[in-house]
């Protein structure tokens, strides 16, 4: 079809003129579906590469259409081995259609359960791509502010793939280091403090949710999994206590410990920036624990514990919610947002704890409410096949 001739379409279809980019690409399954819309795999055309293409329903987005353009304006700029890059997008009357690089390798638990060896060195190469990443995009005043295992994907299924960090359909470009953004966003678990304080956040919010993945990644669940009620759960991430359980943290070095107690500070202005993390200790030294954590990391994650605290974490994030707006109505109006607050705010209920603890099963422990120790917890380690740990830092 002639150029000429698909434009008279375009005009009688009411098509918008980038719509005849479709023709390029072949869409295949679906890769996942969400509120917005969902995922497909595809393949371009001309050279047979392999794509994801993310398809958003234009109905869908009631409040905010603009949303799908900023995200576009913010990911077709970065060029980083660890970001997820777009490649192309295009829009009907009725979608809009942003091509991906493809990551076929999986979610960070996911491609840890699949191998037989996980240590704190293999922990630390994973934490430094984030943070290399992450300090990329702080560099070039652009906030994430959905920083979760979810959005932390590997490549493909080798050995040595690498991690990237995906979906920025929240991030903000910052117009200066002092901007003030105000929605209320993020994923429950991961969001800082002054997020669900609506105390106004920056670039420090990015780095409390890498505080978070990083104790995770390391034992498996949340460093304030105790904490349902809003109330209590906001105390405790205000504390600068970070609470680390012998049973699960033993060996570990006492610089992970610092570099995670730097990341989940709550005063956010104390809090360690991406450049400071890459030359901490713990990502650039090398006395690091060799025990195999991987026995507790997926007891203690357990995707399968997720569903059954669905109902009780979202009362506790509606609860939250209720409490943030009390905070902010107490707020000055001195604060600058340059975001809509009616149409942007996304918090997603996403945050783990040990499944021990959630498990009517698990043995209790006099004195405590934290998870018992699986037994492999203290068992002498099996050489076996280590985790992809060659990508380069």
């Not at 660890?82 to 690089?101: A, H, R, T």
């Not at 299924?157 to 920025?168: G, I, R, V």
């Not at 200790?281 to 624990?289: E, H």
């Amino acid at each position: 079809m002639s150029s000429t001739i698909r434009g008279i379409w375009h005009q009688i279809a009411q098509q918008p003129q980038s719509y005849e980019r479709k023709q390029y690409y072949t869409f295949g399954k679906v890769l996942g579906a969400g509120t917005f819309g969902e995922v497909r795999e595809a393949t371009f055309n001309p050279d047979g590469r392999q794509v994801a293409i993310k398809v958003i329903k234009k109905a869908a987005m009631t409040t905010d259409e603009q949303m799908v353009l900023k995200e576009i304006d913010i990911v077709r700029h970065l060029n980083h081995p660890n970001i997820v890059k777009l490649l192309d997008w295009f829009e009907s009357k009725d979608k809009y259609y942003l091509v991906f690089q493809l990551c076929t390798g999986g979610e960070l638990f996911e491609k840890l359960s699949d191998y037989g060896h996980f240590t704190e060195d293999d922990a630390r190469k994973l934490i430094r791509c984030a943070i290399e990443s992450v300090a990329y995009l702080h560099k070039h005043n652009i906030v994430h502010r959905d920083i979760k295992p979810e959005n932390l994907i590997f490549l493909d299924k080798s050995e040595n793939a690498p991690l990237m960090l995906a979906d920025f359909g929240i991030a903000r470009i910052m117009r200066s280091n002092d901007e003030i953004l105000n929605t209320m966003c993020g994923s429950f678990g991961y969001a800082a403090p002054e997020i669900l304080l609506r105390h106004g956040h920056g670039k420090a919010v990015d780095i409390w949710s890498m505080g978070v993945v990083t104790f995770s990644v390391l034992c498996g669940y949340s460093p304030f999994w105790k904490f349902e009620e809003p109330r209590a759960l906001l105390t405790a991430m205000q504390s600068d206590n970070v609470e680390f359980l012998e049973r699960f943290w033993w060996g570990i070095s006492e610089h992970a410990k610092d570099f995670i107690r730097q990341c989940l500070r709550a005063n956010p202005q104390s809090r360690i920036t991406a450049e400071q993390a890459l030359n901490h200790p713990w990502l650039t030294g090398s006395d690091v624990s060799t025990r195999n954590l991987l026995p507790d990391v997926l007891e203690n994650f357990n995707a399968k514990a997720t569903l059954r605290r669905a109902v009780v974490k979202l009362r506790a994030i509606n609860r939250m919610k209720r409490l943030s707006m009390s905070s902010a109505s107490k707020q000055s109006g001195s604060q600058s947002s340059s975001e809509n607050e009616a149409g942007e705010g996304q918090m997603d209920v996403d945050a783990e704890k040990p499944a021990a603890a959630a498990a009517s099963s698990a043995p209790a422990v006099a004195g405590s409410s934290a998870p018992a120790a699986p037994a492999a917890a203290v068992k002498p380690e099996v050489p076996e096949q280590t985790i992809p740990g060659a990508w380069t830092a």
